[in-house]
């Protein structure tokens, strides 16, 4: 059973692409996102590449600003859409997803919930690492998902 609970986060160097889009949007935007990086990945010289991810500030007029890509291990030049970026280093509440994609907003509401019961002020910067989900069972993905604490 996942558990919410505070952890010490490092930095972390990202390889992105920005879009800040409505939420019906979402899905097709992290589709467009996600084959951009992929395709720039090779080319960047920032390997060894780690898992994907989506970091994203708290949504503002039903619009929410996002960063999709995946975790670089060395800094690199922007090429075309694909800037550098990072997950921010910190105290951050976590809550690891288990299953499927469709539990996210579930997942969410719980990590929030519980940072309110526990009285947390929030930093307002979120983000999602998910596991490699290529040809996998979605019953067996393991989502991380981190709010930084402020």
Known sequence: ?????????????????????????????RRSARSKVDAALPSLDAAPIGRSLTRF?????????????????RPFAATGDVVPSDLPAGRAAHFQ????????????QTLFDWCKAEKL???????????PWDGVDPTTLDTDLYALLA
């Open 121 to 131: 002020s929030l930093a307002g910067i979120n983000w999602e690492i998910y596991s």
């Open 57 to 73: 500030c708290t949504p503002s007029d039903g619009r929410l600003d996002m960063e999709m890509g995946s975790i670089v291990a």
């Open 1 to 29: 059973m996942s558990i919410c609970r505070i952890v010490s986060v490092d930095r972390q160097l990202t390889a992105i692409v920005k879009a800040s889009v409505p939420f019906a949007e979402i899905p097709a935007a």
């Open 97 to 108: 997803l288990k299953g499927s994609f469709e539990g996210m907003q579930g997942a969410w």
